[in-house]
T-cell receptor, first 116, second 115 residues
Framework: AQKITQTQPGMFVQEKEAVTLDCTYDTSDPSYGLFWYKQPSSGEMIFLIYQGSYDQQNATEGRYSLNFQKARKSANLVISASQLGDSAMYFCAMREGSNSGYALNFGKGTSLLVTP | GAVVSQHPSRVICKSGTSVKIECRSLDFQATTMFWYRQFPKQSLMLMATSNEGSKATYEQGVEKDKFLINHASLTLSTLTVTSAHPEDSSFYIC???????????FGPGTRLTVT
């Protein structure tokens, strides 16, 4: 069963606008971590933001914020004031368990295009 | 942040040959590294978990005899694709665990093309 679901294969947003990329997850483990990565055409995985399952507040990192709705099992990424350089693939990922030795499960990704 | 390098960044090889890809943690020690594979326009799929000093743990469906992993030191893991075939053409990307739960550092990836 898919553990991470990203339902938006592609999204468009105009420069300077905000955009929300959806991510829902499935786990029965009470301890888990949620990650968002950006992958430009070069292929490198750029870490954006992290949310732990026990974190009380939504994570924020500059223009990135994570809308964590634990009961709904969703962890949407909000990018504010979009820039042309934000155009890329965005992946949501989950690490289950409190042991950081576990690998990440990735969603299928959302391709974001920022237009002038 | 921490840096992970991969070498080579691109490689083209003929069918039937073997290719070695190196993953190095440059400024920290990584007891655990992961190898992922990404086909065009798809997500990253975990191939194996590489632990320093012990045998790698492979995901279901990944042939351990075809994808040899060696994690001989705290800063280096290697993936060798043996007897490569065109269907092995893919983007291979490694990651290394840091000390904190939110620290997982990715290498820049290796694009393998088998002709």
């Amino acid at each position: 069963a898919q553990k991470i679901t990203q339902t938006q294969p592609g999204m468009f947003v105009q420069e300077k606008e905000a955009v929300t990329l959806d991510c829902t997850y499935d786990t029965s483990d009470p301890s888990y971590g949620l990650f968002w990565y950006k992958q430009p055409s070069s292929g490198e995985m750029i870490f954006l933001i992290y949310q732990g399952s026990y974190d009380q507040q939504n994570a924020t990192e500059g223009r990135y914020s994570l809308n964590f709705q634990k009961a709904r099992k969703s962890a949407n990424l909000v990018i504010s004031a979009s820039q042309l350089g934000d155009s890329a693939m965005y992946f949501c990922a989950m690490r289950e368990g409190s042991n950081s030795g576990y690998a990440l499960n990735f969603g299928k990704g959302t391709s974001l295009l920022v237009t002038p | 942040g921490a840096v992970v390098s991969q070498h080579p960044s691109r490689v083209i090889c003929k069918s039937g040959t073997s290719v070695k890809i190196e993953c190095r943690s440059l400024d920290f020690q990584a007891t655990t590294m992961f190898w992922y594979r990404q086909f065009p326009k798809q997500s990253l799929m975990l191939m194996a978990t590489s632990n320093e000093g012990s045998k790698a743990t492979y995901e279901q469906g990944v042939e351990k005899d075809k994808f040899l992993i060696n994690h001989a030191s705290l800063t280096l893991s290697t993936l060798t694709v043996t007897s490569a075939h065109p269907e092995d053409s893919s983007f291979y990307i490694c990651s290394a665990l840091g000390q904190e739960v939110d620290e997982q550092y990715f290498g820049p990836g290796t694009r393998l093309t088998v002709t």
